[in-house]
Each structure stands twice: as structure tokens, then as C-alpha cells.
């Protein structure tokens, strides 16, 4: 069993990998590519919810208005990371996405009340000596970078505040309602903008790899990834998870060509970011291992 959970977790993590891939090749711009995705991944999430596992939807005021928050930062990681791709190239957003870890290792202390790794400083200090590089030497792609860096920044405020609201309702409702809300609030933006009707002026083509993107590469992966979590330990699946940018940008390379072929320096540096996230994840749990062993003696 332990073996189809290793498979079945490496295929989500190609398809979130993949999902960089459509939004290249969606053509409509990153606020109406979000604002679709949302509202379907919103609408797939519910019948499954409902009507397949015939579970209940209902929280609490407080929850709902929590919940509202979190999704509001789903959303504009979403936003940045889409357009991240708009305004550079697949490799570009997918690199900068892997400095989410180590926002993640900052802002986690602060939120969580705990002290700082020092191995968590090695890699971030690794981290930024390899973005700086890839900044230098693509540095016509200046926007998409910066842009990215907002996603990852907003990824990880999204990744520690939704560590908080774990276990105060179902995963699916959490899901679901994070979801729900991150739409509304694109919907209320367009409506106050007056553009709220021209996001129904999408090309057949755009919608069907929308439908696609917020099913079977957001929804699926989404509630696999939690009946996954019967098999396999949060190491393995956080350790898996990493490899996504590296799926990304292989598949980018070949899928689009000469506009996803960046400089061997871009490719060095981002090998060396990721393998430094991998080799922190490896080192934390070793010592939360020794920890609960010594603890136990």
C-alpha cells in the first residue's frame, strides 16, 4: 500500500506541476484566469462534498469569517503566480515559488511562538544567494520575478495562517470555504470595477482548460492529497511537494521551447535551492525523531 500512496502522491505533485503549464496556456490575463478557477474548483469541491460524500458543509460564524481571510491570500498567491507566468516564462514563476519555504521558516516562529532552526537560516541564506544569481543573469525577466517573489510571500502567509485553522472543521470544508470566499472576493472587486461582465467574454478553448485546471489539476490533487495522508507521513508528502518546480520547468522546457530555455546559471541555482529545502526537510525530521526518542528513554 505504501508503494501505490508513493505513486499516487509523485502523480499529484505532477499535476500541480502542471498547472504552471495551463496557465501559460490559457491566453485570457491572470485576475479572469483566477476568478474562473475559483468559482469551478469552488463549484467541483461542493457537489463532492455534498453529494458524494454527503457530508455537512455547516461552521461557525467565526470559522466562515476566518476561513474568509485565508482564502482572500489563496487568491492573490494565485494572482501573482499566474501573472508571474504571464509576464515571464513557466521557469521563472516555478523558481520563485521555491522561496515560499523559507518565508514559511520566518514567519512560522513568529506565529507559532517558537525559536528560529539554525538550519533554517543555512537555507535561507542559500536561498537568497541563489535568487540574487538568477535575478543577475535573468534579469529581463525582472517583472516576472518580482511578481513571483509576491506569490511566494503570499504562499507562505497562506501556508502558516492555514496551519492555525487545522482540525477546527472537516479538511474539505476548509478547502472548500477558502476557495469559495478567494472567489468572492475577486467577485466583489469586479463588480465594483464595473468588469464584472466582461469575465463571461471567454473563448470556448480558455474555458474547457479552466474546467480542466480546477478539476483535474486543483480539485482531484487537492482531496487526494488528504486520503493520502493515511499512508504517508507530513515528511514525505512536504518532501514530494518540493519536487514540483522541478517537474514544472522540465516539462515547460520541452512543451514550449526556445521561451522556457533559460541560462545554465538559472538552472544550477535552482537545483542547489531545491536540494537545500529537501536537505533542511531531512534535517528537521532527524531531530524531531531524536527529539521523541529521547523523550521516550
Known amino acids: 500500500m505504501k508503494s501505490s500512496a508513493l505513486f499516487r502522491l509523485h502523480f499529484i505533485v505532477f499535476l500541480w506541476g502542471f498547472t504552471a503549464i495551463l496557465g501559460k496556456l490559457i491566453t485570457v490575463d491572470a485576475g479572469v484566469l483566477v476568478f474562473h478557477r475559483m468559482f469551478f474548483t469552488a463549484l467541483f469541491l461542493f457537489i463532492y462534498i455534498r453529494f458524494v460524500r454527503k457530508q455537512s458543509i455547516a461552521i461557525s460564524k467565526k470559522l466562515f469569517f476566518q476561513l474568509a481571510g485565508v482564502g482572500s491570500l489563496m487568491a492573490f498567491h494565485w494572482l501573482f503566480f499566474f501573472h508571474s507566468i504571464k509576464v515571464s516564462n513557466v521557469s521563472i514563476a516555478l523558481s520563485c515559488i521555491s522561496l515560499s519555504?523559507?518565508?514559511?521558516?520566518l514567519l512560522e516562529p513568529l506565529v507559532f511562538r517558537r525559536k528560529i532552526d539554525p538550519s533554517e537560516v543555512v537555507m535561507g541564506v542559500v536561498i537568497l544567494v541563489c535568487m540574487y544569481l538568477i535575478f543577475k543573469t535573468e534579469f529581463q525577466y525582472q517583472e516576472g520575478i518580482i511578481y513571483g517573489i509576491l506569490a511566494a510571500v503570499v504562499g507562505s502567509l497562506f501556508s502558516v495562517f492555514n496551519g492555525k485553522l487545522y482540525g477546527k472543521t472537516s479538511s474539505g470544508n476548509i478547502i472548500f470555504y477558502e476557495i469559495f470566499c478567494g472567489w468572492a472576493v475577486f467577485s466583489i472587486f469586479y463588480a465594483l470595477t464595473g468588469e464584472l461582465a466582461l469575465l463571461g467574454e471567454i473563448s470556448y478553448t480558455n474555458l474547457a482548460l479552466v474546467?480542466?485546471?480546477?478539476?483535474?489539476?486543483?480539485?482531484?490533487?487537492?482531496?487526494?492529497?488528504?486520503?493520502?495522508?493515511?499512508?504517508?507521513?507530513?515528511?514525505?508528502?512536504?518532501?514530494?511537494?518540493n519536487l514540483e518546480p522541478i517537474y514544472g520547468i522540465v516539462m515547460a522546457y520541452f512543451i514550449f521551447g526556445e521561451s522556457e530555455h533559460m541560462s545554465s546559471v538559472f538552472y544550477i541555482a535552482s537545483l542547489v535551492m531545491i536540494l537545500s529545502i529537501v536537505a533542511n526537510g531531512i534535517i528537521k525530521t532527524r531531530k524531531k525523531q531524536q527529539e521523541t526518542t529521547k523523550n521516550l528513554q
Open 211 to 241: 474546467l480542466l485546471l480546477a478539476s483535474v489539476f486543483t480539485a482531484y490533487p487537492m482531496f487526494e492529497s488528504i486520503s493520502l495522508m493515511k499512508y504517508i507521513t507530513p515528511f514525505t508528502l512536504v518532501l514530494t511537494v
Open 101 to 105: 519555504t523559507l518565508f514559511v521558516a
